[in-house]
């Protein structure tokens, strides 16, 4: 091909679109190249943040808690900070882990504030996310709303009265609706489980349900038991793909005609929360932005203590790590009929195996142990 040459001291004339076109790229991939800056910031930033709270270790009263007691002095053995003896093996805290409460508020009117203590709603589902970078996975913890426990009571003024054992769904109720409902929350559900640290928190009401899920493009789920008494076409068994209201009618709705309600309502979530983290991965895959998105868009509904910079980095990094059914984790227990509502008792046993299964690693190389005198 002949090379096409231009008179010596003239100048290669450019049309005024070409030019305009020329200029518009420029522009566009400076905004590209802006917007990933920004991402890349959040996301250094927002992993600092969280590392400041990930790297406080296990509290004494977690370690005192679970570790065994010496049978002559009945005192907890002297170990390393973080550190439990289980069936004569050491036990570490990890301390990499990052643990988020997630609460599903039974109110369609936006998270409000409320003024009266004991009238801020319940929280009618609770999940623990676990997140575990050393093993790359997220475990999901869930937690009966009617799970019995010591709640903080206070009165309409807002003074503390008391400690008095109530179904753990009440706790949100003595808050204000918002961060105090919250807190209040976070710090019944630690105690729950012998003292973890918890390091932040997110709630919903149930009128965002419906947004969140169409904002993936629905869910598909295989209906786990008998709901045709709240829609006539889901008998067991059945496909369907949720759109819009009947996202909360299926994780939501139980027949609290027969007792132990709730698990099954329970079973139902973990299958939904599968279904649409699975969604959500891929509309991420497009659009690693599209939860702090999804979170503006939902901001009358929400109260989170995370930040935007949090958000983004937990965001991309989850994107990669593993999560299926297997990791929803639910705590053995009994249900029964209490004089007023249904009350479920957890297994001590089960709930104490789960804490330690999840929140610690086996110590391979066995070290000296003391014996406190």
Known sequence: MT?????????????GITEKLIIAGLILCCVVVLIFSIFAVLKSVGKNSLKQHAGAIANQELSTNLSE??????????LEEGQILVEGEIYEYNDDIMTFLCIGV??????????TPGKAGQADALLLIVVNPRTEEIKVIAVNRDTMTDIEIYDTAGMYLNKETAQITLQYAYGDGREK?????????????????IHGYGALDMQSIATINDAVGGVEVTVLEDMTKFKKEWTQGTTVHLTGEEALLYIARRDTGYLGSNIGRVERQKQYLTAYVSQLKNKMKQDVTFPVTLLGNIKKHMVTSLTVKEITYLADTLLGYEFNTDNIISIPGESKLGEKHEEFYADDAALKNIVIDVFYDKVEQREEVTVSQ
């Open 3 to 15: 090379k096409k040459r231009y008179p010596q001291g003239k100048k290669v004339r450019i049309s």
């Open 181 to 197: 409902s919250c807190q209040l929350m976070e710090q019944t559900i630690s105690e729950l489980f012998y003292g973890i640290p």
């Open 69 to 78: 007691k010496n049978e002559i002095t009945d005192e907890p053995l002297e």
């Open 106 to 115: 039974d109110s369609r009117n936006g998270i409000e504030k409320e003024k």
